[in-house]
Structure formats: structure tokens, C-alpha cells
């Protein structure tokens, strides 16, 4: 079983930059489809990037597309996302996910969840 554990997140100003780590203790992390979501404070989930098992694939959010990349080191068994640009509306705690599928989008195609680390951007 993989077990996720997310890290970098906390408060930065609009326009700055943050990286989120995600590592997974698995011998298998390899295998998976990799994707970061989101939350806001109110708001439902939402997909932010996923890549695939190699790393040759990716997959955002127009919302974040060009200011936000997602990359991963399988001899460390661990997932990145770089957060650049920030914005207000980037606040939200992070997750990070596994999948068996090929770059989903949707939260119901993952199945297992980190426990979140907190993203806040000031005005």
C-alpha cells in the first residue's frame, strides 16, 4: 500500500513561488499516475496536475497552466509541484494523489490521498 506525505506548503505573497514535495513510501510509486488537487475553504476539490509514470506526461488546469509544473524523481519516490506566480485564489490546502489511470482528471480515478499542506497567498 502507498502511503503519500505532502510538504512546502505555507504563506507567500502574490507573486511568489512555492514548491510542494510529495513523497510516497512505496516500492510500486513508479507504477502510478501521480496528480496534485486542491481545496479551498468552501469550495469542492479540484484537479490542479496529474503525470504519468514516467514522467513524459503532464496535464493541468487552465487555471494554472504556465505558472504551475508538476514533475516526479522515482529513484526518490517523490512528486513535485512548483507553484509560481501565486495568486489569492491559489489558496488551498494541496493534496497529492495517487492513480492506476492515464492522467485523469477526475478525483474519483484516484485512490489514495495524502493528508494535505496548506497553501496561502497574501494580496
Known amino acids: 500500500q502507498v502511503q503519500l506525505v505532502e510538504s512546502g506548503g505555507g504563506l507567500v505573497q502574490a507573486g511568489g513561488s512555492l514548491r510542494l514535495s510529495c513523497a510516497a513510501a512505496a516500492r510500486t510509486f513508479s507504477s502510478y499516475t501521480m496528480g496534485w488537487f486542491r481545496q479551498a475553504p468552501g469550495k469542492e476539490r479540484e484537479f490542479v496536475a496529474t503525470i504519468n509514470w514516467s514522467g513524459g506526461s503532464t496535464d493541468y488546469a487552465d487555471s494554472v497552466k504556465g505558472r504551475f509544473t508538476i514533475s516526479r524523481d522515482n529513484t526518490k519516490n517523490t512528486v513535485y509541484l512548483q507553484l509560481n506566480s501565486l495568486k489569492p485564489e491559489d489558496t488551498a490546502v494541496y493534496y497529492c494523489?495517487?492513480?492506476?489511470?492515464?492522467?485523469?482528471?477526475?478525483?474519483?480515478?484516484?485512490?489514495?490521498w495524502g493528508q494535505g499542506t496548506q497553501v496561502t497567498v497574501s494580496s
Open positions: 494523489t495517487t492513480s492506476r489511470s492515464y492522467l485523469p482528471r477526475r478525483a474519483t480515478d484516484y485512490f489514495l
